[in-house]
């Protein structure tokens, strides 16, 4: 069964240091990748995707995600953290193609918190 | 371009009654999945809709149920709510079904 781990609940860094949130995902495919931020009271709003060609996916926000076939990982990284970046994070997968009828697996989320 | 819609945006019910949620996609988009968020069991899918036709369903009790309108508009349905039926219920919308979802603020279920 498809599955998506994200191994930290929460995290917490210092404005300007660097980020970096896990996702695993387990899959009889390459799937499809992404990542969503909710910020309190919002809904999901995507910040990147993965479909194919370059392992190294940017998105918005300042945000990039690599994709490792060999890890099943889609980390997603941010070299420097704004306080504004405080918010919960997903990562989800879905099928190659996002074809046919297989819904969206997301992770459990990781909390970020940012310190002065 | 305006985002997904979602209405109302809380609501407050007792245990027993019904309640309906309101979902209008994004413009051109005609698929609409909704999705069930509580702390403990995170974003649980609960069933999309692709013109007008129920194309996919997650393992909730028949007592949700959802339809799509000729719009693309979606409407959710939770009947004889219980305690646990408490939520953040979230629409998503996307043009095509190789396309990402877009996602609406949701609407927070509270049962008493």
């Known amino acids: 069964a498809q599955s998506v781990t994200q191994p930290d609940i929460h995290i917490t860094v210092s404005e300007g240091a660097s980020l970096e949130l896990r996702c695993n995902y387990s899959?009889?495919?390459?799937?499809?990748l992404f990542w969503y931020v909710q910020s309190p009271g919002q809904g999901l709003q995507l910040l990147l995707k993965?479909?194919?060609?370059?392992?190294l996916v940017q998105g918005i926000k300042g945000f990039e995600a690599e994709f490792k076939r060999s890890q099943s990982s889609f980390n997603l990284r941010k070299p420097s953290v704004h306080w504004s970046d405080a918010a919960e994070y997903f990562c989800a997968v879905g099928p190659p193609g996002l074809a046919g009828n297989t819904p969206l697996v997301f992770g459990k989320g990781t909390r970020l918190s940012v310190i002065a | 371009k305006a985002g997904v819609t979602q209405t109302p945006r809380y609501l407050i019910k007792t245990r027993g009654q019904q309640v309906t949620l309101s979902c209008s996609p994004i413009s051109g988009h005609r698929s609409v999945s909704w999705y069930q968020q509580t702390p403990g069991q995170g974003l649980q899918f609960l069933f999309e809709?692709?013109?007008?036709?129920?194309?996919n369903k997650g393992n909730f009790p028949g007592r949700f149920s959802g339809r799509q309108f000729s719009n693309s508009r979606s409407e959710m349905n939770v009947s004889t709510l219980e305690l646990g039926d408490s939520a953040l219920y979230l629409c998503?919308?996307?043009?095509?079904?190789?396309?990402?979802?877009?996602f609406g603020d949701g609407t927070r279920l509270s049962i008493l």
């Open positions: 998503a919308s996307r043009v095509e079904t190789n396309q990402p979802q877009h």
């Open positions: 899959y009889g495919a390459t799937p499809y």
């Open positions: 993965y479909f194919s060609g370059d392992t």
């Open positions: 809709y692709f013109s007008e036709t129920q194309r």
